[in-house]
């Protein structure tokens, strides 16, 4: 698998976090999804992560607003997580 094929994955998977929590008021359990997210991230090389920093944590930013009053804490713990990790690559 090439890394713009991994790029693009990770890409589709963090936008879909983020529509799926525009302006809702509950929602089920994320867990799974969010940690793909989060190991999908993990897993671009440091190239990658510096190319993209800037607009994921736009993106990742966008998600814990949107979510704020709806995802769980451990949750939202693991996004703020990964926000920080992201914002220290730019």
Do not use: C
């Amino acid at each position: 698998m090439s890394d713009f094929s991994d790029l693009f994955k990770f890409a589709a998977k963090v936008g879909s976090l983020e529509g799926y929590l525009f302006k809702r008021d509950k929602l089920e359990p994320l867990t799974n999804w969010t940690d793909n997210v989060q190991n999908m991230y993990h897993g671009l090389t440091a190239g990658m992560k510096k190319e993209i920093s800037g607009d994921l944590a736009v993106v990742l930013q966008t998600i814990l607003e949107y979510g704020d009053r709806t995802l769980e804490a451990d949750i939202k713990a693991k996004l703020q997580k990964l926000y920080k990790e992201v914002k220290e690559e730019k």
